[in-house]
C-alpha cells in the first residue's frame, strides 16, 4: 500500500514537472492530466488517490513557483501578494498558489480513481 502511494506520489511529480516543461505546447492545467492519469493507472483506495495527487502537485508546483519567484528575488510575488488581500507576503502566494494547484491535482487524480472503479 505504501509502495503504491509512493509511486504514484513521483509518478505525479513527473508527469507535473512535464507538463510544465511543455506549458508552451499545452494550457496550464495540463498538469491535472497527469494527475488523473496516476489515478486510472494505480489503483488505490480513493482517499489515498486524492492525497498523492494533492501532495504530488503541492511539492511539484510549489517548488517550481519558489524557483521561479527566487530568479526575481520575490519582486513580481511581493506585488501580486499586494494586490491580493495578503499583505505582501511572497511566501503566503506562493502557498496559495501551490494549494490551488494541489486541490486540483487531488480531485483529478480523485476522478481517475472513481473512473479506475467504474
Known amino acids: 500500500m505504501i509502495i503504491k502511494f ?5 509518478l505525479t511529480i513527473l508527469l507535473a514537472y512535464t507538463a510544465y516543461l511543455f ?7 495540463g498538469f491535472a492530466i497527469g ?3 496516476v489515478g486510472i ?3 488505490q483506495k480513493a482517499w489515498l488517490s486524492w492525497l498523492s495527487g494533492f501532495a504530488g502537485l503541492f511539492i511539484c508546483w510549489g517548488v517550481l513557483v519558489w524557483f521561479m519567484s527566487n530568479q526575481n528575488n520575490n519582486l513580481l ?8 488581500p495578503l499583505h505582501g507576503s511572497s511566501g503566503m502566494l506562493i502557498i496559495v ?3 490551488v494547484a494541489a486541490i486540483i491535482g487531488g480531485f483529478a487524480s480523485l476522478t481517475g ?4 472503479k467504474r
Open 6 to 10: 509512493i509511486s504514484a506520489l513521483v
Open 41 to 43: 493507472a494505480i489503483p
Open 113 to 116: 480513481a472513481y473512473l479506475r
Open 23 to 29: 506549458s508552451s505546447l499545452i494550457p496550464w492545467w
Open 35 to 37: 494527475a488523473f492519469i
Open 97 to 99: 498558489t501551490a494549494l
Open 77 to 84: 510575488a511581493g506585488k501580486m501578494a499586494q494586490v491580493l
